[in-house]
């Protein structure tokens, strides 16, 4: 069965200081690649996305996320951190070309913590 | 605000009551789903619905019932629920196409007593 692991489950951080969240998929084909992020209170809203092309893919407030097929992972990367970035962060994985997009597996979530 | 409405945003019920949440998305979008967020587990989908018509329920018990009866509007209705059930229920909405992305309601905190 296909699924979607996030090995950092809480992560504290200073502000400032580089963010790297960890994801791996399992599944044997092609896969489109999201992060979500749920800031306190408020709604899944989408970070950034890969569907095709370059692996390297930039997202809104600075986060970016790198796919390497050859090791299933994809993942969350941003230079320094702000207070503001506190939230819990979501991978998620759909099957690539259907058009069911919203079809995701989600991993279960880093809890990510800012000090300032 | 992401287009996607869910009322209410929280509830309480117990386990003889019957209620139903609301889902309502002003995107154009003709693809909703339903999914569950409990504590410590990930998200989980539920029900799939394309153009009103339900393509996927995910093993979820007949306790939970889903109505889609547009493309706007989904709701789920529930019964004779256990306190497990208690979770953040979230919709969603996608284009039914290609390589888009889903968006998500503020979700409904359903606590079973």
């Known amino acids: 069965a296909q699924s979607v692991s996030q090995h950092n489950h809480h992560v504290i951080l200073s502000e400032a200081a580089s963010l790297e969240l960890g994801c791996n998929y399992s599944?044997?084909?092609?896969?489109?690649l999201f992060w979500y992020v749920q800031y306190p209170g408020q709604h899944l809203q989408l970070l950034l996305k890969y569907f095709s092309g370059d692996p390297l893919v930039k997202g809104i407030k600075g986060f970016e996320a790198e796919f390497i097929k050859s090791k299933f992972s994809f993942n969350l990367r941003k230079p320094s951190v702000q207070w503001s970035d506190t939230a819990e962060y979501f991978c998620?994985?759909?099957?690539?070309?259907?058009?069911?997009?919203?079809?995701?597996?989600f991993g279960q979530g880093t809890t990510l913590q800012v000090k300032p | 605000e992401t287009g996607v409405t869910q009322t209410p945003r929280h509830l309480v019920m117990g386990m003889t009551n019957k209620k139903s949440l609301k889902c309502e998305q002003h995107?154009?979008?003709?693809?909703m789903y339903w999914y569950k967020q409990s504590a410590k587990k990930p998200l989980e989908l539920m029900f799939v619905?394309?153009?009103?018509?339900?393509?996927e329920n995910n093993s979820v018990p007949s306790r939970f019932s889903p109505e889609c009866p547009n493309s706007s509007h989904l709701f789920l209705h529930l019964h004779t629920l256990q306190p497990e059930d208690s979770a953040l229920y979230l919709c969603a909405s996608s284009q039914d196409r290609e390589n888009t992305e889903a968006f998500f309601g503020q979700g409904t905190r359903l606590t079973v007593v």
């Open positions: 995107l154009g979008h003709n693809a």
């Open positions: 998620a994985v759909s099957l690539h070309g259907s058009s069911n997009t919203g079809k995701l597996i």
């Open positions: 619905y394309n153009f009103k018509e339900q393509t």
């Open positions: 599944y044997g084909g092609t896969v489109n």
